[in-house]
């Protein structure tokens, strides 16, 4: 039985004095990080936090927040990580619905947390790192004055490890409920196609509220590596000068962050101890995929599929990228995957149908969702079992690759032809000058939707005709946008996602 908190623990037992995180100016060994994890873990559990109760982390990346996610699992506690940008009237709403029994939070949002403590009747502890309000326990004088003892191990591996909200199609923020036995087994199944060592030192400027940002925390804890972690991607220069200073092995990106890079002179740089990159989130268009291995030429790209809800789905082994650089990959070891039509029959190489996922990396469903949970997770073959349904369209070739076609609720219905946005946005930023783009459908009496394309450029330029030309020569007719609108920038999500929602 293994449960996330021994990532920490194991490895402060054989490399004490390893650096395990370098964040902001500190630079903590394994045993430092273990030793404060058991203060507030102690600390929480003498402020009455039990087993199984929920403690929300309103913290951006920091020191503060990683000791925090691994002190709540050693008060068998579930932590519930919230993205720093979240307003209160998000943050209020989850810590009601999770019945959130403790907080831990920054001084900025010292007002915030007094104003939850009231609202929120399960609320009984705050956390505050920096001067702490009336009524709030101190992070600095739990760190100062709290024993380092290990608390007594309740949990085991089918209790929660996490929530994770996500907000999904409809909007409304849903707890993805992770096990610690999910959380072990997708962490450990990444790692194994990785081919990480302890050697490794992983570059991180995704949010740890974000699972992609969060398992980077996971998997270098687990391998007994070394965390570089960064509060965003705002300055690139100084992300890649941290790549060098430190001589990172691995960068996990998001297609957003790829777009960024590629447009940036990196020979000022030395990113020559780079080993690997990965990319989740959403697919890398076969372009950008092919400009990254050009500008990394040492490094070894892992185009990636995942969702929340099984963490990671599919990866292409490298080798493969030359051949099938449109395909997203494999079922990642020890799952299975396969597409389904409506009627849920599997559907055979070519045919385009929904990705259904069966393993250990099923999360357990949807805090106290059950709707929604019987909708996205299914019985499966062996009594007792959940498959989850991605709500995400897939083709399968001959050899079992994968390919993303789009989300159900995206496809454009235009023409009577059923439109997948990605093909389009795939040969939008295959035209030169074009960075970034986001294709969608607006409503149109005579074509039912008519399809939009967003695209922000480098070239000035680059004309709406130039870019209505490429398309033609490379779009049957009804994929061709009718309308295309030229942007400085696309709207993102705390997650570096385009956010399509805000488009119109």
């Known amino acids: 039985m293994k449960l996330v908190q021994s990532f920490l623990e194991e490895s402060a037992a054989h490399t004490p004095d390893k650096i395990a995180l370098v964040c902001d100016n500190q630079r903590l060994t394994y045993a430092e990080i273990d030793t404060m994890a058991n203060r507030l873990a102690q600390a929480l559990v003498a402020n009455g936090v039990g087993r199984g109760d929920r403690v929300l982390l309103f913290l951006p990346n920091s020191v503060e927040l990683v000791v925090s996610i691994f002190a709540t699992l050693k008060a068998n506690a579930v932590f519930v990580p919230v993205n720093a940008s979240t307003k209160v009237d998000k943050l209020r709403f989850m810590a009601q619905d999770c019945r959130a029994a403790a907080l831990i939070t920054g001084a900025r949002q010292g007002k915030t947390a007094v104003s939850l403590q009231k609202s929120v009747a399960s609320l009984h502890s705050v956390v505050v790192v920096g001067e702490a309000p009336e009524g709030c326990l101190s992070y600095a004088e739990i760190q100062g004055r709290v024993g380092a003892e290990r608390p007594c191990v309740q949990s085991i591996d089918q209790d929660l490890a996490c929530l994770i909200y996500t907000s999904g199609s409809t909007g409304e923020p849903k707890g993805v409920m992770s096990a610690h036995n999910n959380v072990v087994f997708a962490a450990s199944s990444i790692i194994s196609y990785l081919q990480n060592r302890p050697d490794d030192i992983v570059l991180n400027v995704l949010p740890l509220s974000f699972d992609y940002g969060l398992y980077q925390l996971f998997m270098v804890f687990k391998f007994g590596g070394t965390l570089v972690l960064e509060r965003s991607f705002t300055y690139p220069a100084q992300i890649l000068k941290r790549i060098a200073a430190e001589k990172v092995t691995g960068f996990p990106l998001v297609p957003t962050i790829a777009a960024i890079l590629l447009q940036l002179d990196l020979s000022h740089y030395d990113l020559s101890s780079l080993r690997y990159l990965t990319n989740t989130a959403a697919a890398l268009s ?31 082994p490298p080798e493969q990228l030359a051949i099938r650089p449109g395909s997203v990959g494999l079922p990642i070891p020890g799952t299975e995957a396969w597409v389904e039509d409506e009627a849920g029959k599997r559907l055979g190489p070519g045919e385009i149908g929904e990705l259904v996922i069966r393993g250990s990396h099923v999360m357990r469903g949807y805090w106290e969702r059950p709707e929604a949970s019987a909708a996205r997770f299914r019985p499966g073959a062996v009594p007792g079992e959940r498959l989850c349904y991605s709500g995400d369209l897939f083709r399968v070739d001959s050899e079992g690759y994968f390919y993303f076609i789009g989300r159900k609720d995206d496809i454009i219905k235009s023409r009577g032809e059923k439109v997948a946005p990605k093909e389009i946005e795939n040969v939008l930023v295959s035209l030169g000058g074009v960075v970034e783009t986001a294709v969608i459908g607006i409503p149109d009496p005579i074509l039912g939707e008519a399809i939009k394309a967003f695209v922000v450029k480098s070239n000035p330029n680059l004309s709406e005709q130039e870019v209505l030309r490429h398309c033609r020569e490379h779009l049957e007719d009804f994929m061709v946008p009718q309308h295309i609108e030229f942007r400085e920038a696309l709207p993102k999500s705390s997650n570096g996602k385009i956010a399509k929602k805000e488009l119109h």
């Open 286 to 316: 076969p372009t950008h995929i092919t400009a990254l291995q050009a500008k990394f030429p040492q490094a070894t790209l892992f185009s990636m599929y995942g969702l929340t809800e099984t963490k990671r789905t599919l990866y292409l």
